[in-house]
C-alpha cells in the first residue's frame, strides 16, 4: 500500500524520501544547495494612508509601522500610502504614494511590492480611503500582488451595499488572514462576508504605555489646575454626538461649576469638503445659545501623537458620546483606556467590548441627561471616579505597544509563506499516481483529493500526454511502459474521427464521445504526443504506429490559429524528422509555424514586451520551444534567435524577486499585458523545465540549467507559498498553488506535469554531462539532435 506524504507535511517541510536508493548523483550536484545569503527576517508592504494625512487610518498604520519597527528591528517595512491627490501633503522621502483615484497606479504599485521581493502585503482597510465605487479598487492590488495578504478591516458592516458586500467578499476570499479589533467583528466577517473562522484574528488597538495619576501635574503644566475636565479628541463630525455632550454642559456646571469641556480635534476632511466649517460653527452656537460657551474649550487641530497624549493626561473624563453604535474600532477610546481615564460613551461595538465589567459608563445615544447624569455621579464621588480610572488602566495594560506590536508580529508570522528549502528527492517519482488515475480506457481528467472524478471522465489532452510519459519514463517496469503505453495509445487512435479529420478530445466515463471534433489545442497536443512517441518510444511498433497516424493526421491543423496548438503540432513534427522520418508535411509544419510565430512576435513585440501575443496565457514557453527546437533542425538562426529572446523574456518575467519560479497565474489568462499571480499550475513549471532544456542544449548557457531546476523547484516549495505540491512516495501533485496554499486536487495534467517535468530535468543533466558540458558551444546540428534525442 503506498502512502501519501504531502497533506501531513508543515508547509516548505521536506519530503519523505523514497524507500530502496540513493538519489542519483546529477540530482544530488543539482538540488543540494549552500545556506541563501542573510537578508531581513521579513519585509513588508504595508498600504494604507499614512502621516502627515490628518485621519485615524493614517495614525494607526504610522503607530503599526513605528511599533513594529522599534519592537523587532530585523524586519524591514515598505509603506505605501494611500493619497487623494489634491492633498498637496509632504511625505517623507522613503514612502512610496498611490493615487488613490486611478487604477494604474494600484498596477504600479502591486508590480513594485512583487519586485520588492515583500513576504507579506499588510492592507488596512476601510471605504473611504480607496478610490472606486465603494473603495473596489483595492481589489485592483490585492489580485496582483504575490505575497502573503493581510487585511485589517476597520470597519465591518453587518448590513453593506451591494458594493460594500462586494469588495468585501472579494479581499475576504483574497487574503490569508485577516485583523479585525472586536469580536463582534470577526463574527460578522463570519456570518455575512463568509470568512474562515481560522484566518480571522482579533487584536486590540494598540495604545501608548504611560504612567498612571499624572492628571494634576498635566493640569498644571496647561493651566487647568483645580478644574475638573472633560474631554472628547479626534476628527470631528456630526457622527460624533458632540452635540449631546454640549447640550449636557449646563447640567453637569449645574453641580460643577469648576468643569470644563475641552474638544481637541479638526474637523474631519470629508466633512470639511463637503460643508467647510458649518458643523463646528453649529457647535459653537449651540454653546452660546445654552450659556456653556465659557466652559469648553477648543483646540482646532489634528495634532501630532506626544501633544496629543499630553493633553489627553489632563482629562479626568473622557467622553465619546457617537451615534452610531456600528464603529467596530476607536483608537481614541483605545488611547483614553489605557492612560486610565474614566469613560462616558455611548454603547458602540468597541465600546461595549473595551469597556465590560465596570472599565467604563456606557449610555444611551443621544441622551444629554444621561451623560450628564454619568458625569455628575463621578466627579461627585473621587473615590468612584479613581476607581474606575484604576480599572480602565489595568484594562489597557492588555493593549499596550509592547503587547500590540508582539500580537502584530505574531500575526505576520503565521501569515508569511515559508521560504523555501532545498529539497533531495530520492529518485524518480513513483508511479502510483499514474496508475490510481487509469483504467483500461485512459487516464481520467480531473480528481477529487487524490480519488479520480469519474464525473468528468476522460480527454485526449492527458492521454496524449500520459503516452508522453512512458516514452520518457526509463525507470518504469518495461511491462508496466509496454502495457500503459497500448492503452494511451488506444485511446489517442480511438480519438482520431477519420470522418471529420480532426481528433476528438472528451470522452464520459462511460466510453461515449462528447463532441465530435476536439479543441484546435487538443489537435496539436495529439499531434505532438505521436511524434514524441516516433521519436522516444522504447517499443518499435508504437513508433511505428505513432509515425504513421501522424502522417494521416497531420492535415488536421490546416487553417488552425491558435499558435499554441501550432507550436504543439511543430513540436512533434521536430521530433517525427529527428526520429529518422521522412516527412515533407511535417517539415512543412515545422516551417509555417516557425514563421507565423515569428512575425507573431515582431507584431507585439515591444522595449518591455517581448511576446507574440498582447496577453500570457497558460503552456507559454512552448511558443519559444517550438521555435527553437524549429531553429536547431533546420538550421534557421532566426528562429533560434526569435525563440531564445522570447525565452529569456519569459523567464525573467516569471522569475520572482527572491529567485524562485512565479508562473503566471491563471487569473491573467485573457488580460492584455498584465500578469496576476494565482492560481499557479504545475502545466506552466514543466514548460518552463521543457523549453529551458531546450535553449540549454541550443547555447550551453548555465543560465538555462539554473532556471530549468528553479522551475523544477516549483512543485516542492520553491513557490510563493512554501507548500510542497509534489510527493515523490506516491507521485501525486497538487493542482496548484493559489492566494491561500496548495489546491488539494491532484487531476491528471498536474500528476503528468510534475513526472514530465522530472524526467525532462534529469534528461538534460544526464545528457550535459555525458556528452557535453554546457560552457562548451555546439559543434553541429547533429551533435544537438543526439542531446535531445
Not at 505597544?401 to 501569515?415: G, I, Y
Not at 488580460?671 to 523549453?691: K, M, N
Amino acid at each position: 500500500m503506498t502512502t501519501s506524504h504531502y497533506a501531513d507535511k508543515a508547509p516548505g517541510a521536506p519530503l519523505a524520501s523514497v524507500p530502496g536508493g540513493e538519489a542519483p548523483a546529477d540530482l544530488r550536484s543539482l538540488l543540494a544547495r549552500p545556506a541563501p545569503g542573510r537578508r531581513p527576517a521579513m519585509r513588508v508592504a504595508v498600504i494604507g494612508t499614512y502621516a502627515p494625512r490628518s485621519c485615524g487610518i493614517a495614525t494607526f498604520t504610522a503607530d503599526l509601522c513605528e511599533q513594529l519597527a522599534a519592537h523587532f528591528p530585523d524586519i524591514s517595512l515598505d509603506v505605501y500610502a494611500l493619497d487623494a491627490g489634491d492633498s498637496r501633503l509632504a511625505y517623507a522621502e522613503d514612502i512610496s504614494i498611490i493615487a488613490a483615484e486611478t487604477c494604474g497606479s494600484y498596477v504600479a504599485a502591486a508590480q513594485a511590492i512583487n519586485a520588492s521581493g515583500a513576504d507579506v502585503v499588510w492592507i488596512q482597510h476601510e471605504f473611504g480611503i480607496f478610490g472606486g465605487e465603494d473603495g473596489g479598487l483595492v481589489t485592483v492590488l490585492a489580485d496582483r500582488v504575490a505575497a502573503p495578504i493581510i487585511v485589517t478591516f476597520h470597519t465591518v458592516l453587518a448590513t453593506p451595499s451591494e458594493g460594500q458586500r462586494a469588495a468585501m467578499e472579494h479581499l475576504v476570499k483574497r487574503c490569508s488572514r485577516i485583523m479585525v479589533m472586536s469580536q463582534q467583528s470577526r463574527e460578522i466577517l463570519v456570518s455575512v462576508y463568509g470568512a474562515r473562522p481560522e484566518i480571522v484574528d482579533v487584536i486590540e488597538h494598540g495604545a501608548p504605555d504611560m504612567p498612571f495619576g499624572t492628571a494634576h501635574a498635566a493640569k498644571q503644566r496647561m493651566g487647568l489646575e483645580g478644574r475638573k475636565v472633560l474631554t472628547t479628541f479626534g476628527l470631528i463630525g456630526p457622527g460624533k454626538g458632540i452635540d449631546v455632550a454640549i447640550a449636557a454642559m449646563p447640567a453637569i456646571l449645574e453641580q460643577h461649576p469648576d468643569a470644563v469641556y475641552r474638544i481637541i480635534g479638526a474637523t474631519h476632511p470629508v466633512t470639511a469638503a463637503r460643508e467647510g466649517e458649518a458643523y463646528r460653527a453649529m457647535l459653537e452656537d449651540l454653546a452660546e445659545r445654552l450659556g456653556v460657551a465659557g466652559s469648553i474649550e477648543w483646540d482646532n487641530r489634528f495634532l501630532a501623537i506626544d501633544e496629543l497624549l499630553g493633553q489627553l493626561e489632563a482629562c479626568d473624563i473622557y467622553l465619546t458620546p457617537y451615534r452610531s453604535l456600528g464603529q467596530t474600532t476607536s483608537g481614541t477610546l483605545s488611547y483614553a483606556v489605557a492612560l486610565g481615564k474614566a469613560v462616558v460613551s455611548t454603547p458602540y461595538v468597541h465600546a461595549r467590548e473595551l469597556l465590560a465589567d465596570g472599565v467604563g459608563c456606557l449610555i444611551e445615544p443621544g441622551s444629554p441627561e444621561a451623560i450628564a447624569e454619568a458625569a455628575n455621579a463621578l466627579l461627585s464621588s473621587p473615590q468612584r471616579l479613581l476607581a474606575m480610572q484604576e480599572r480602565a488602566y489595568a484594562r489597557g495594560r492588555r493593549t499596550i505597544w509592547p503587547n500590540f506590536a508582539r500580537a502584530s508580529m505574531q500575526l505576520l508570522r503565521k501569515t508569511q509563506s515559508p521560504r523555501s528549502r532545498p529539497l533531495l528527492p530520492q529518485g524518480d517519482p513513483a508511479p502510483a499516481a499514474v496508475w490510481h488515475m487509469s483504467d483500461a480506457t485512459g487516464m481520467f481528467q480531473h480528481a477529487i483529493g487524490e480519488i479520480p472524478d469519474r464525473r468528468h471522465g476522460y480527454c485526449i489532452d492527458d492521454n496524449a500526454r500520459a503516452l508522453m510519459l512512458m516514452n520518457a519514463a526509463t525507470s518504469l517496469d518495461m511491462a508496466d511502459r509496454h502495457r500503459w503505453s497500448v492503452t494511451y495509445a488506444a485511446f489517442v487512435q480511438y480519438a482520431w474521427n477519420e470522418d471529420l479529420g480532426r481528433f476528438r478530445n472528451f470522452m464520459a466515463y462511460d466510453r461515449s464521445w462528447c463532441e465530435a471534433v476536439g479543441s484546435q489545442d487538443s489537435n496539436g497536443r495529439a499531434l505532438w504526443a505521436l511524434g514524441h512517441t516516433a521519436e522516444n518510444s522504447p517499443f518499435k511498433p508504437m513508433r511505428s504506429w505513432a509515425a504513421q497516424l501522424f502522417a494521416v493526421a497531420t492535415p488536421a491543423l490546416e487553417g488552425v490559429s491558435s499558435p499554441r496548438a501550432t507550436a504543439f503540432a511543430a513540436l512533434g513534427a521536430s521530433a517525427l524528422l529527428r526520429s529518422g522520418v521522412n516527412s515533407p508535411a511535417a517539415e512543412a509544419r515545422v516551417v509555417s509555424t516557425c514563421d507565423a510565430l515569428t512575425q507573431l512576435l515582431q507584431q507585439h513585440r515591444r522595449p518591455d514586451w517581448i511576446w507574440f501575443e498582447p496577453m500570457l496565457a497558460y503552456d507559454n514557453p512552448r511558443l519559444c520551444q517550438a521555435l527553437i527546437e524549429g531553429g536547431l533542425l533546420l538550421g534557421r538562426q532566426d528562429w533560434l534567435d526569435a525563440g531564445l529572446a522570447a525565452l529569456q523574456w519569459l523567464a525573467d518575467y516569471q522569475t520572482a524577486a527572491s529567485g524562485h519560479f512565479r508562473p503566471v497565474g491563471s487569473e491573467t489568462f485573457g488580460l492584455d499585458a498584465a500578469s496576476l499571480p494565482f492560481d499557479q499550475q504545475p502545466l506552466e513549471a514543466h514548460a518552463a523545465i521543457d523549453a529551458a532544456r531546450t535553449a540549454a542544449l541550443a547555447t550551453h548557457d548555465p543560465f538555462w540549467l539554473r532556471h530549468a531546476e528553479c522551475a523544477y523547484q516549483w512543485s516542492l516549495g520553491g513557490n510563493d507559498r512554501g507548500i510542497v505540491l509534489a510527493d515523490p512516495a506516491t507521485g501525486a501533485c497538487c493542482d496548484g498553488v493559489t492566494p491561500r496554499g496548495r489546491n488539494e486536487n491532484c487531476g491528471a495534467e498536474s500528476i503528468l506535469a510534475y513526472h514530465l517535468g522530472h524526467y525532462s530535468l534529469k534528461a538534460l543533466l544526464q545528457a550535459a554531462e555525458a556528452r557535453q558540458p554546457l560552457d562548451r558551444p555546439p559543434v553541429s546540428r547533429t551533435g544537438t539532435s543526439a542531446l535531445m534525442a
